[in-house]
């Protein structure tokens, strides 16, 4: 590998490559709000036309909601195939208040760049295009394949990939799959996630009288919703924050001593993230270390709930309804499914006569551990340590990325590289999203690298 000539290349040009990817966080592409539906579009269109010009051929792919980009490099015969996968499409900014600056304008502060979409997942996908673009400038061809598949509806749950990657599996096959929608260990601490965990993601809606009652007259004779749905999300959790829901823990898969060990070794500094947090104390399961609860436990959280009066002033009712939602986090070998109907059967138990419940299935993903000890894996550890500069970690995820589950159930694929370039404090989904910009140069070095490893 031309590595000293290509890093070379990427950080003389680091400053064009930074103002190309103010441009693309400049697009307010927000899947899940109608107003921005030409945004998202412009977008997409945004990524093929970068990827066309180094040499890709592509097009848009037409879908229900938002189109997907699919891109190929000129074939390299006898070499590996890489398939890239990222999102271009980007949360709401809610709440605009929070921001120090507008959410789609890039402003750079501190060697950070903030931005809606900064580190997810704009940020770490134009690292691939831009190391790419590397590559071919200096060496005037690309050393593998590569297939490169960007979505514009993962953060609406990605409703139409599936269909997607049914219709085109045979363009789609590959040796590994790269995704980088995640965050290092710790900053400046690179890391290879090889577990995630899954969902199950639930709303309850209670309903009991046909209107709202007046307290005054029907309070004392009538069941209230609110009160009902308190009383069932109260009982959801033990006193020790365990989750009371019978079989909850039946499938679960313990941790192998290994991994415990080096979970225990994590640089987590526990005070530092208090700080950053605004949290005084942590909790959770007992007998379980911060970073084993964090990502390799499983979990129960009420995410939101409504019912009844909550404007300014009073208002004495007993609402007609109330709801919540409500998600489990899962690892193996829990499955969505089962923990849905063990769900649904408890807090049905829990509801008194009187009221009527009804539940929705909001997501759904299965945990993943994936194979550490494969040639794929090994390039992507030699590769982060050519770009960042020391050996990645080994890390679980206490998030869900559900295409993983869909590479593997339709394009039988098990080499799957997830590979973070972002820091754990970048914010994503929240206000002042930020992206560092030192992880941008080192996430594209690392992407030409692994090319290049995974070439052997």
């Not at 219709?167 to 980088?180: P, T």
């Not at 009844?308 to 919540?324: D, L, M, N, V």
């Not at 993943?368 to 030699?382: F, G, I, Q, Y």
């Amino acid at each position: 590998m031309p590595r000293d000539r290509i890093f070379s290349f990427t950080q003389d040009h680091m400053q064009a490559f930074t103002q190309e990817l103010i441009q693309f966080l400049s697009i307010p592409s927000v899947s899940t709000l109608s107003e921005h539906t030409g945004d998202v579009l412009n977008a997409a269109q945004w990524v093929l036309d970068q990827l066309k010009r180094c040499g890709m051929s592509g097009k848009l792919y037409p879908t229900q909601r938002h189109p997907v980009v699919l891109a190929r490099s000129p074939e390299v015969s006898g070499a590996p195939v890489l398939l890239i996968y990222g999102h271009y499409d980007v949360q709401p900014p809610d709440p605009l208040e929070e921001w120090q600056t507008p959410p789609f304008s890039p402003d750079i502060r501190q060697g950070f760049i903030y931005a809606r979409g900064a580190t997810d997942d704009k940020g770490q996908l134009f690292t691939y295009i831009k190391a790419i673009e590397s590559v071919l400038e200096v060496s005037g061809k690309l050393p593998i394949n590569i297939i490169v598949l960007v979505e514009g509806e993962e953060e609406i749950g990605s409703p139409n990939l599936e269909r997607f990657l049914i219709e085109h599996r045979e363009e789609l096959r590959a040796d590994a799959v790269a995704i980088s929608d995640g965050a290092q260990l710790a900053h400046q601490i690179p890391a290879i996630t090889y577990g995630l965990r899954g969902l199950c993601y639930l709303q309850i809606d209670i309903r009991g009288p046909r209107f709202d009652l007046h307290s005054g007259g029907f309070g004392g004779i009538v069941h209230n919703p609110a009160q009902v749905l308190s009383n069932i999300l109260q009982r959801l959790k033990n006193p020790d924050d365990t989750v009371a829901i019978p079989g909850f823990y039946d499938e679960v898969i313990g941790l192998e001593q290994w991994e415990r060990e080096e979970m225990a070794d994590s640089p987590l500094d526990v005070e530092a993230l208090k700080n950053y947090l605004g949290v005084s104390e942590f909790t959770g399961e007992p007998g379980y270390s911060l970073v084993e609860r964090s990502s390799a436990r499983p979990t129960l959280d009420i995410n939101g709930i409504w019912g009844g009066f909550s404007g300014e002033g009073a208002k004495t009712i007993i609402p007609a309804k109330a709801g919540a939602k409500v998600s489990m986090r899962l690892v193996p070998n829990q499955t969505p499914q089962k923990i849905e109907a063990l769900f649904t059967r408890y807090v049905k138990g829990l509801c008194p006569p009187g009221v009527s419940i009804e539940f929705s299935g909001l997501h759904h993903a299965e945990p993943v551990v994936v194979n550490r000890n494969t040639p794929s894996m090994l390039a992507a550890e030699k590769a982060i340590e050519a770009g960042f500069g020391q050996r990645p970690r080994f890390k679980r995820e206490g998030g869900s990325i559900p295409v993983v589950n869909l590479f593997r159930k339709h394009l039988n694929q098990e080499n799957i590289l997830l590979l973070g370039w972002g820091s754990p404090d970048d914010g994503p989904h929240s206000p002042n999203e930020r992206f560092n910009l030192e992880d941008f140069a080192r996430g594209i070095r690392s992407a030409a690298a692994l090319f290049y490893e995974m070439s052997k």
